[in-house]
Structures are given as C-alpha cells and as structure tokens.
C-alpha cells in the first residue's frame, strides 16, 4: 500500500487513518495500534517540520509493507537531507517543549533508520514486529522498555 | 480540533474536542497562552473529547506549564483519555503536570495544588 500527500500539515490525520487502517487488518492489537499510528505521525511530522521546514508543498510519500512477521513503513520525501544527528531522541530528564517525536518513534518501532544510500531526498525505513500470538508464534510483544 | 473558553468560580476552563496534532496546536497554543497571559489564576484543559495527542501537541502542554510558572498560575489536566494519558506517561510527563480524572475533582483540588502544576 502506498500513500503520498503534500506536506500540510491538515493531512496527517489522513495518513493516520490509513496507517490504523492497516495495522488494524494485519491484526495488531488495538493498543499497538495506536502507537504504531503516532509512531508513522510523528515520522510524518519531523518530515513536514524538519526536512521541509515547514514548506506545504512538498510531498510526504508512505509506503507500507506487511509480512508474515512484521510491517514495514518506508517514508520518503524530496527534501534536503537531514542528517541523523539532528532527529535523534532528546533526554526525558530535561523538562521542556519540542523534541518528543523521535523519542515516540524509537519508543514503540523495533527499528528505525535512514537509508543513506536514497538520493534526492530522505527515506526513513521503520519496522514494527507482529506480537508473536498475531504472527503464529506464541508469545506477545509490545511497546518497547 | 475546537477550543472553548469557559469560566467557573474564577478559574478558566479549556474545553478541547478533536485531535491534537501539528495541524491543530497552534490553536490551543494560542488559546492556552492568550488565557494565561491574561491573568488568568488558575486553568484547565478539559481533555475528555481529545481522542489524539502527538508531541506538538504534548509540546504545547508543556509551553503552558512553564508559562504557568511565570505567571504563578495553577494549571492542570483532566478527563485525559488513555492513550493521551500513555503519551504522557511515555514521556515522563505524567507527574510533571497536575492531572485530575474529571471536571469535578479538578474543580475541588486545583486550588489546592502549587501554582506551577506540582500537587
């Protein structure tokens, strides 16, 4: 499944949509949902933010991939490369406004990085494993300690 | 998302409906600054028809604590949903702010917390 918007910041709710949508068919359970929902969000929104700086037309394309055992969300923009240095989770210690959303993603993605081998933009590659229960195994996982 | 201001005995009210979200912030950030920086003693945000908060909006709660502190106003939370309230829990924030299940407590205690959010 493939979605692309622009990069206005009113469309983020329909990327959330397809993003529930989809967990929710794979069979992720309703609170995973949820966090992989704000997860994809907050990815969305560091591209709108950080990479086009705020710019609306810009293009913020999600790719969404299930297998047996996981999920994959590819996204992607045409922006000017962020460097990794700059997105990475801040301290949970120091109190103030900003900087939470690549804590959220880190926090309940199994994996999360940038292809640096992608030109012409920034592509984010994050994988959600299934709970085992979900994926024919027999143990659950969910949001990362 | 919606924002209404409303006053009981002296101490405004928030009342939030819709998703929080770098769309929809600006709003509230708006609002929540507008009332605190007009003097307001003691505020609240009404959480309950918030079905979604992202850290813009998280962002935006903090923003209004810190400005609470300035101003030596009480401020808090109430009616946060469960996931709203696993955001915050996530983040830390959960005992940062003052939170309340619902209208009514918050009614009776905010007057009773610290000025700054800490009960």
Known sequence: MRIVISSQPKLLNILRCVVRYRAQEVGFPETDVDWLTMAIDEAATNVMRHAYQNRRDGKVKLEIQAFPDRMEFILEDSAPKVSPEKVRPRSLDDVRPGGLGTFFIHSFMDSCHFDECFAGGNRLIMVKNLPRKVSGKDESTNQKS | ?119
């Open chain 2, 1 to 119: 998302m919606k924002v209404q201001i409303r006053k009981v005995d002296q101490i405004s009210i928030l009342d939030c409906s819709g998703d929080v979200d770098l769309y929809s912030s600006p709003e509230l950030r708006e609002a929540l600054l507008k009332e605190m920086r007009s003097g307001a003693a003691s505020v609240l945000i009404n959480m309950a028809d918030v079905p979604y908060i992202d850290s813009s909006g998280i962002a935006t709660l903090v923003e209004g604590l810190q400005l609470s502190r300035e101003t030596k106003a009480h401020f808090g939370l109430f009616g946060l949903r469960n996931n709203a309230r696993s955001v915050l829990e996530l983040a830390r924030l959960h005992k940062v702010f003052a939170l309340f299940d619902d209208e009514k407590e918050a009614l009776e205690k905010i007057p009773t917390i610290q000025p700054f959010g800490g009960l």
